[in-house]
């Protein structure tokens, strides 16, 4: 199963939209999903391990597949594996 991992900030003005789009996909469609603030020890971690400069960054499958709003077209063919 895909799994989609968003690293966001409460402070970013971009990141509630990225939010409510990958929540609305999940709704959707079949895919794990998680929400990951920066600030926190697990955030962190992921940011020193794909070297994450800036957020929202979307991590699917263990990769860095978006930096910022994606478009929606994009972030469902990211989640449908085509």
Same mark, same amino acid.
């Not at 263990?62 to 478009?71: E, H, K, M, S, T």
């Given at each position: ?21 990958? %929540?609305?996909?999940?709704? *959707?469609?079949?895919? *794990?999903? #998680? *929400? ?16 994450? %400069? ?18 929606? #077209?994009?972030?469902? *063919? ?5």
């Amino acid at each position: 199963m895909v799994k989609v991992i968003i690293v966001t900030t409460k402070t970013c003005p971009y990141c509630p939209p990225a939010k409510n789009l990958w %929540r609305e996909l999940k709704k *959707e469609h079949n895919f *794990e999903y #998680e *929400e990951v603030d920066a600030s926190t020890p697990e955030g962190q971690k992921l940011a020193k391990k794909f070297n994450i %400069r800036s957020v929202p960054t979307t991590i699917i499958d263990d990769r860095i597949a978006f930096i910022g709003v994606p478009p929606k #077209e994009k972030a469902i *063919e990211a989640v449908k594996g085509d």
